[in-house]
């Protein structure tokens, strides 16, 4: 049996849903111990002995609980005392020997009164909440499934018996669970918001509707959304009293804070306040979708467009064409700034072409939470309400960006000016990537910022700061972090100027200058005044030349190969990765150029040429920075060596990029030599057999990793299999759907959906 309880007997106090569904799903996993129960009601013994749940039982815990090496107490919150001092009357000799535990959903009040009890909380008692149950009531409801992906908290004082806990611990866990920890207060204070509230508001809502005069017809024609929220007004009105008087202060707090969001709703809908009423609607629905991808581990893009998600594994057949005409995402750099600088502009501001990627959907989030409406997206298209510089509100808790440093490092200037504190936070991968090179520019200005060991995330920013201009050098290449700067000069006294070592994408001066805020550039030099204002308009995103790399390098390694692009973003600081694939002999024109809202725009065409391996130009490294996964695959099938120097950035992006893609390309038999800036990649080009092998990749959950040795599978001799590729989602949504369309043959392995 999993998770194996080695109890030799179990008693239930309380044989109701709770208790009937443990000993249910303690049956249905094989549970070799006996199960005996107790419970003032008769007729529950007897239905849980015939229903096969329970061994024996009865009406007397004097004569149940000698011989138990396990209790649970089932029973309702205000009975726990009565129940408790049976217990200390019954086993005052045994009380170090039995694990006593409970399912009871206010802790800070069984503590007290076991506290009360026992003079202190036994080392043997640990105190846990399934967070689980259903508006039936009674063992006849009893469900072997109602633990099962659930979570259970366990709130264990601090000198807890360890060997208790691991038994409580494998208690729930063989039930489906998973079990979870926190202290007593966290754990009040969160269930009186998640669990407690709605069912006060669901009980209040059908009491007032069922005493009006029109209560039949309210009733008969309800829709399911009525329906839905007050299906649990239908749970015991017992329990719940009893839950409300232990929880009181817990849960009048939460009332509280429910009131006053009520009362600035009630304003806005009295006074046809559209705007606020749309920043709370809006922030509401997708926040619910934000918990949901915490529910149910996914991604909250995952949640948001109903996409498959899990353990995703690449599975691609060797060999393919490269053909068709197809116009890939919109630009991420661009959604990222075209939402926050919609968001503190003045009036309306229309977006088309966004990326509907992991990322920024957790930037649109971020805003959401900061008081700013937004509708969409929808197909690309969103609609910012902006609130204007100073109009941004503090959100009640951390803003979570997801994987994305862009969003980290740009938030950080934007909020350093800001009038409220605030904590920036990411994934795992995230909060381990450095962010002192923003932290300690942001700081000479006046900022101030706490950040974790080693400078890394989360960011606690500390408003109110009075913040100055200042002249930077940046010691190394990064849009990032000169942007970071300039969003912070807007809000800092004097000029904020920033020098770079090389040329790094402007799309934050061009968007500044088309929102209305003046920023001037002399040679390496850019700079703005703080105190300005933007002013809303339209802005139309282009396709992500990030994203079009992977099918450029496609074209340009398959033989026969003819792919063209579609309205690809062209910023002279972005084109790197064209002038290198030029430089390597691709066939490779532009047409259709234009220019949209500041940014030049191109269609694409690349055709077959053989490449050959160069010496990559020192000023194009920072204008391919992201680009080079997918270089490495271009220089894997160019005749001779690709040397590159001057890319350390590489080495501190979602994963260490030169090493990940060195173990790729050693596992497909790619001839190379590593370096700490770069590596020298040995080519071979013949067009009538593979270039090398296949193998199994893992991608570190590094989205451009996997679709670089996606695209290597045109050339490569065996199939290969790409782990970990879930990720791809943050800066390519559909990426599989294209890849199929132009001729490359992907399984997707491992989604859930």
Sequence with gaps: ???????????????????????????????????????????????????GLIDSGGTALSQQAPGASMIVLAVPVLAMESVMR?????????????VITDVGSTKATIRDCARRVFGRVPPTLVLGHPIAGSEKSGVAAANPKLYVNHKVILTPEPDVDPDALTRVRALWQATGAEVLEMDVAQHDHVLARTSHLPHLLAFSLVDTLARQDQRLDIFRYAA??????????????????????????????S??????????????????????????????????????????DTSYQAEYLMQPQGQVTYRVRPGGQAQGRLRVPGDKSISHRSIMLGALAEGVSEVKGFLEGEDSLAT???????????????????????????????????????????????????????????????DASLNKRPMGRVADPLRLMGAVIDTAEGG????????????????????????????????????????????????????????LNGFGYPVQRDGDTCWLAGGGKLTAGPIDVPSDISSATFFLV??????????????????????GVINILTLMGADLTLSSQAEVGGEPVADIRIRYAPLKGIDIPADQVPLAIDEFPALFIAA??????????????????????????????????????????????????????????????????????????????????NEIVIDDCANVGTSFPNFVELATRIGLGVKVEGENG
Excluded at 19 to 42: M, Q
Excluded at 477 to 487: D, I, M, T
Aim: one cysteine or more; glycine letters at 12%.
């Design 1 to 51: 049996m999993p998770n194996r309880v080695s109890e030799s007997r179990l008693l239930i106090v309380g044989l109701g849903l709770i208790g009937g569904s443990l000993a249910a799903a303690l049956r249905e996993v094989g549970f070799d111990g006996k199960i005996a129960a107790c419970d003032p009601d008769a007729s529950e013994i007897e239905r849980g002995i015939d229903m």
């Design 86 to 98: 049976e217990l200390a009357d019954v086993l005052p000799e045994d009380m170090a020997h039995v």
């Design 224 to 253: 399911g959304g009525f329906r839905d929220f007050t299906r649990i007004a239908g749970s015991d009105p017992v329990m719940w009293r009893d839950i409300f008087i232990a929880n009181r202060d817990a849960v009048l707090a």
């Design 255 to 296: 009332l509280d804070d429910f009131e006053a969001g009520l009362s600035k709703l009630r304003a806005a809908v009295e006074a046809g306040n559209s705007d606020a009423m749309l920043a709370t609607f809006d922030r509401a629905s997708h926040a619910r979708h934000y918990f949901e991808s915490l529910l149910n």
């Design 364 to 426: 649109l989030q971020a805003f959401r939470e900061m008081g700013v409406a937004i509708e969409g997206p929808h197909q690309g298209r969103v609609t910012i309400h902006g609130v204007g510089m100073h109009g941004l509100k503090a959100p009640s808790g951390p803003l979570y960006v997801g994987n994305s440093g862009t969003a980290m490092r740009l938030f950080a200037g934007l909020l350093a000016g800001q009038a409220f504190d605030s904590e920036l936070t990411g």
């Design 456 to 511: 890394r995330p989360p960011l606690n920013i500390h408003g109110g700061a009075a913040l100055k201009g200042i002249d930077y050098d940046l010691p190394m290449a990064s849009a990032q972090v000169k942007s970071c700067l300039l969003f912070a000069g807007m809000y800092a006294e004097g000029e904020t100027r920033v020098r770079e070592p090389a040329p790094t994408r402007d799309h934050t001066e061009r968007m």
């Design 554 to 575: 496609a074209a340009a390694i398959t033989p026969g190969a003819d792919i063209t692009l579609e309205h690809v973003g062209i910023n002279p600081t972005r084109i």
């Design 636 to 717: 894997a099938n160019a005749e001779g060596t690709t040397r590159l120097r001057g890319a350390e950035e590489l080495r501190v992006k979602e994963s260490d990029r030169i090493q990940a893609m060195a173990d790729g390309l050693a596992i497909l038999g790619v001839e190379h030599t590593v370096v700490e800036d770069g590596i020298d990649i040995v080519g071979n080009n013949r067009e009538n057999v593979p270039s090398y092998g296949g193998g199994r990749i893992d991608s570190l959950g590094d989205h451009r990793i996997a679709m670089a040795f996606t695209v290597a599978a045109l050339r490569a001799g």
